[in-house]
């Protein structure tokens, strides 16, 4: 039971370390891979890279790693985790466009756009939440 409980209650700092995390190692690897190629790293086509694949990845990570980490109910907590991810993406896109802020308008839609697919293969059965390693019970 405490640890059910414990479980519930790490879901949106798992998801949120998750998220930082997949956004640090990819653009860390981007960076790397772009320097050993000899190109600039602060070329637009590397902002781009990141406002896109890094962002989606991101939110796709922190759906699917918050749900993971759910004990039950999965389906319902990639919904509401999609949800907040959606609501909070939105807040931030309202003041990056405000700001006129296009690399970050980019990066907050594809956070949502990741989040949404996740959502979208954990209904569908596509993506397996079930089982591993954060089954103590």
Same mark, same amino acid.
Request: glycine fraction near 12%; aromatic fraction near 12%.
């Given at each position: 039971m405490f640890i059910?409980? =414990?479980? !519930?209650i =790490?879901?949106?700092p798992a998801a949120v370390i998750a998220l930082i995390l997949s956004y640090m190692v990819v653009a860390l690897i981007n960076i790397i891979l772009t320097w050993l190629r000899?190109?600039?790293? @602060?070329?637009p086509? %590397? #902002? =781009?890279i990141? #406002? *896109?694949f890094i962002s989606g990845l991101s939110g796709f990570v922190f759906v699917y790693? &918050? *749900?993971?980490?759910?004990? @039950? $109910? $999965?389906?319902?907590a990639a919904y509401a985790l999609t949800g907040g991810l959606i609501l909070l993406g939105g807040m931030v896109l309202v003041i990056a466009i405000q @700001?006129?802020? !296009? !690399?970050?308008v980019i990066s907050d839609i594809c956070v949502g756009i990741g989040g949404l697919i996740a959502l979208y293969k954990i209904n569908t &059965?596509?993506?397996?939440?079930? &089982? &591993? %390693?954060?089954d103590f019970d």
């Open positions: 059910r409980a =414990l479980r !519930w =790490l879901v949106v000899g190109e600039p790293t @602060d070329t086509w %590397i #902002s =781009l990141q #406002s *896109t790693f &918050g *749900t993971k980490v759910a004990p @039950d $109910k $999965k389906v319902g @700001d006129r802020d !296009w !690399w970050q &059965g596509d993506l397996n939440v079930e &089982g &591993g %390693i954060f």
